[in-house]
């Protein structure tokens, strides 16, 4: 650690002291005389005496510029202009290079003629980091909403939770029209907007959407923007659908959205018993990098009803669901820099599960074996709620959101494990808040200032039941009692503030930040008996806690930032003194760490190509234990699995390191990614396990340990223009080495997992598209174990063929087929059909969907999977064949 540490500070200090040898840089924006950015500004660099151009620039999506003066150039005697179609040219003298040089650009009374050319190859627009796809190029004519589209974009993928990943990396944020109205939520802009009124899906490399950090802050977020067109943009949009069919089957989507410059709306509610979650469109997906930045997570459940493996397929394939959802998403711009946004949702849900199990956890001459069917009922009551104050300028900078959430949820079980027949009823009920203020200012010296405060408070109340008389020998010394109960809460409150101060130059971004954290905690729980004759007693001498937890922390950083057109680098040292004190007054428990933490940073992306770059990472990070890892009374935290601990804190040390290989050709469509990964995470304590044929005990114990993994993978996506096909591959090769203590013994473990996908979108003819995707998986687990399953396969293939004879006829044939293989046990096959007829009224703007799925009624679903030395056979109940009768209209 101590040689790369040292490595990246001479880096720095060559760069430091080297810089007489790079290139200066003038930034600014460009906007026109109503304060709205002018796009796509061309910025020349002239000598006054010659009026010889030295150097260029393009203004970006947000009307912001960075222009290099070439080396050895004279930094006297210079002007900038900005030039635009349809704006009076304008120019100012260079005085000094570290200026923003703002631009003003008024409309000119001299327009040109419009030109259309036309072609019917797709293009990619470019313009320095900013990429565009023109939408109706990929789009076909069964896609409803700007999700169906994404699919089909060379370069872009979408996982199944709805994650996009341009090039292999997950993007950060989905604007629309520039204004960030969704945060991380954006799978309700993909399942909701209709691709009809999205003129470019644009992708934003190195996004930075703080403007007084722009040209100035290393980033390697990557962004998507919806550009919706202009005749969308002045009035109400809207695709309302109503639904009903067999067996007593509905789906019911009304919404309303505007896209005006000053009000963006995205309204809707929505309602089914399909199968389709609604609760996918609500998924954070940068939820856990946000934790990791304000380096708190919320606690999570501890109690459940037990180990379930949801079914490998589509998740509306087996959810039997009553689903509602209400979301409103409104964003009002007071001001051209000046917004004011509300989210908020009510989400219900009455689902169903039906399933049985089989596990078999092989081990040194012996082998555990449990077996499990469940009759589940799960009903869930979220509402949340979001205001958002937002004031983006080139020299301010204030965001402040306060977020409330409330989630109740009820669960009940009938269980049947063979040896018993229960009950469960588990209630979970939480109530959270937060407030996240954060400012920045750039003062007259060119230094920015920047003040960031949150805080934070949870709670949620748990409470299961199991009855009546489970394992008597075990909880009641083998007397029959009526009920088992289990209680936890583990209340929170958090708060984290800092200040800190930017030095940006011409070359380096200095940044010094100070601050302090305080997390308090209080864990209590408790497992009690209900006698027949309703007396409470604890199920023994150690079912109970009481345990209080405060974490403080102090902590200081230095970060150094190249934000250079070549070369991006940044350099985090961050250090901090920490210390915790816990205690329980149950078990005499008082005790108090104090440690002092060096978590060093840094990543460079190296610009090999107009369009390529190599990307470097590595971090060195200290993580201690929660409060989950310290209770040393029992916990039920399902039927079967009962977890205490010892009362010394866990220690991590997590050394991370990557590389990347990102290519990409716009002129012929063409795009590549290979990435490199290590994770190396030492742990100074191990699980231990101990295994019986009804209940499984886990105590931490002090074992050094470790855990390592490689992850190689690669992806290419190719528009093939004769072929007017989309063709994707991706492979990856993944490797982890742990250790578990399992009955006593010490197990080494080495899983092996490959993955190969091939994936094609093809427009045959002006009628016929067709799509296909597979997917290979290959897990293998090696040990010592000799009784270990330890191989297993799966393949999944999804085709869809469209076929559309007339402009307002269309046809639709899907299928996915799943096969899975795994020594000793027969082969798996499961094939999947859905087929769909639509038809549009013109006169009434109006469709009419009729749709089968599921028509071939496959009702069960059998699935195998490996970990480690665990092999698990599931068996799901799935609804059988939906067919339904749709309209679907148009505001």
Known sequence: MSRSIRAATLLVIILLLSRRGFAQTITGTVKDSAGKAVPYASINLKTSDSNRIIGYAVADLRGTYSLQIPAKSPLIGLVIEATSIGYKTESRPVADVHLAYDFTLSVSANQLRSVEIKSSRPILRTHGDTLGYKVSEFASA?????????KKLPGITVGTDGTISYNNKPISSLYINGDNLLDDKY???????????????????????????????????????????????????????????LPGNYDVDLNAMMFKDNYKAINYGKGNN??????????????????????????????????????????????????????????????????????????????????????????????????????????????????????????????????????????????????????????????????EFNAIRSVKSNLIIQGYSYISHSAEPENRTISPNYEPAIFNDSISYAQLIQRVNVPTWYTTNYISLKIPSGLITQSYKTGFSVQSQTLTSDLTVAQVN????????????????????????????????????????????QQINYSDRLYTLD????????????????????????????????????IEDLYQGYILKDYRTLYANSADLVEKQDQRASAGFSYRKSLIILFASLNISYDHLAANKIASEILTNNLQQQVMLPYSNATD???????????????????????QWQSTRSVQLQNAQLLPFNTITETGSLGADTKISEYVVFDYKATLIQTASHSVVEASANHLDQLQQQASLEYNPLTNLQFKLSGEHYFTRQEGNPDLKYFFADASAKFKVSKWKTNFELSAVNFLNVKTYRAFYLSANTFTANESALPGRIVLLKMIFNL
């Open 709 to 731: 993994s490689w992850t190689v993978s690669s992806t290419v996506s190719k528009y093939v223009f004769p072929l007017k096909t989309t063709i994707s591959a991706g492979l």
């Open 591 to 626: 005790k108090q760490s104090s440690r002092l933490y060096f978590n060093p940073l840094f990543r460079v992306k190296y610009l090999v190509g107009t369009e390529n770059y190599l990307n470097l990472f590595y971090n060195y990070r200290h993580e201690m234990g929660t």
């Open 274 to 435: 399909t199968g389709y979650d609604l609760q996918q469109e609500l998924v954070a997906h940068n939820l856990t990098n946000y934790e990791q930045l304000i380096d708190n997570a919320m606690p999570a459940a501890l109690l459940s009803l037990g180990t379930v493996n949801n079914p490998a397929l589509s998740r509306s394939r087996y959810l039997f669901n009553q689903s509602g959802l209400l979301n409103l998403n409104n964003l009002v711009k007071i001001h051209n820099d000046v917004q004011l946004r509300l989210n908020a949702w009510y989400f219900h849900d009455n689902q169903k599960q039906d399933f049985s199990q089989q596990s078999a956890i092989y081990l040194p001459g012996d082998t555990i074996r449990y077996t499990e069917t469940q009759h589940n009922r799960f009903q869930p009551d979220n509402l949340h709620t979001q205001f958002t104050l937002n004031i983006n300028r080139g020299k301010y900078y204030l965001n402040d959101a306060l977020v409330l959430d409330n989630n109740r949820s009820a669960y009940h079980s009938s269980l049947n494990t063979g040896a018993a027949a229960v009950n469960q009823v588990f209630q979970d009920n939480q109530l959270s808040f937060s407030n």
């Open 187 to 245: 799978n309700i802009a993909t399942t909701t907007i209709p691709h009809s009124v999205v003129e470019q899906v644009q992708v934003i490399q190195g996004d930075q959407p703080i403007k007084v950090l722009q040209n100035k802050v290393y980033s390697e977020d990557v962004a998507l923007n919806l550009q919706i067109k202009k005749g969308a943009k002045m009035q109400m949009v809207g695709q309302e659908s109503v639904a009903a069919g």
């Open 534 to 577: 309703d007396k409470l007693t604890a199920a023994s001498d150690s079912s109970r806690n009481r345990l209080n937890w405060t974490r403080t922390k102090i902590y200081a950083e230095a970060d150094y930032d190249l934000p250079g057109k070549i070369l991006q680098a940044n350099l985090s040292l961050p250090v901090s003194l």
């Open 142 to 150: 069964q896609d409803m909403v700007i999700g169906d589209v994404l």
